[in-house]
């Protein structure tokens, strides 16, 4: 059985009750949601918080779920509209440097790798919100063009653009911080 | 770097892994004779490499959160169809008088109030389907900027801001968990008084004792 079809049993008993039944899909998709929601704010308390807001809006909005569409994409959906909402109503006067404490060091890694992945995820961080998103789906979610553009609602022709365009303003970034042979 | 539209695209399509056959052989053609196009390819696939490269991050398990919330928050059942919200007033003025009329009645009937307490909630241990009554008009006991306790006859409302409360098990037992309130009911038997604690993160932040002598 594949994950679209556990999905699908596992809305089936959430519509008849079953909470254990979300508890399953919170599981499955928890990890790449609260990935998906950290990279778009930068935050990891706020990330939770978010993380927390799209299960309890999945569970409360299960009835108008289309069962011929795929969970992920509607839960990813989910967290990227938060996430641009959250960014919006967050003072935009915030210094960059308070947002990314999920940017812990890694013990093992050796200064240097620490401050280019330091410098990547700021400059992933520094993009438009959109060349953000399609970033994180393709490269930390692994979604193909379409489903990106299933997620995005959006053309797919617009996803291969914006995410063009970002992976190339990043590596102009990252060349600006000599972090690119 | 100047490149045109259609190999920039090729580019992208070869390192996402959505190139046809035709698209490759058209990339491959084209980088053949093309150092730029080299340049940009090999630039690119490196942004890429990075970028799969991030680590994931630990997630913060808020399975336990969310369902605790949504048992809190659902009054007529689990169905999202079904689904009520507990408001800004959630509790039910009628239903107080319901359970003060139901406890006057089994005074006067003879039967033990624990018993009866104990039968109205024990059936239905789903938070989903207990119906809780308006503990906000009840009187109160104390309040502070962390919690508002609230009594009346042998049961206590806690109500914490946040935080998870605890109380002496011997003397107090639990009758419903809202969120992260607790209506609590003293233990038959038990006299004097009996500790609530609050606490915050692991470090506890109230403590009062509440009279059950009442």
Redesign the interface.
Known sequence: MNEEELDRIAIER??????DA??TL??RY??P???AI??MVGN?EDA?EI??QV??KA?????TYDANRRFFSWIYRSAINESINHLKARRPSEPLSDRLQ?LRP?PAENYEEAE??DH??KS?QALDENYRAV?IL???LHL??REMADVLNVPEKMV?SR??TA??L??QA?EAKGH?? | MWLDDRT??LI??AI?G?ATESDRAELDAILANSAEARAMFE??R???R???G????E?????P???E???SGVRT?????R?T?VGPNPFRRRTVLAVVYAVAAAIVIGVGVDRLLVERVRPQESA?SMVAPDVNDWPLVTRTADVTVRALGDRYAVQPRTGVVDWEQGKLELVERMGSSVILQRRHGATGSAMIRLSIAGTEVFRTPVSLDR
């Open positions: 959430c519509r008849q009750g079953d909470l979300f508890g919170i599981d928890e990890r949601v609260f990935n950290l990279h990891a939770r993380c927390q299960f309890m569970f409360e909005h299960l009835d999920y890694n280019r992945r990547l995820t992933i970033l393709r490269h930390f193909s063009y291969k995410l063009f992976r190339q990043l590596r990252l690119v042979a | 920039l695209e992208h399509l996402d959505e630039a690119m490196d942004v890429a990075r970028l799969d991030v680590p994931t991050a997630p913060p398990h808020v399975r959160a969310v369902l919330k949504i048992r059942g689990f169905s999202p169809s689904l919200r989903a």
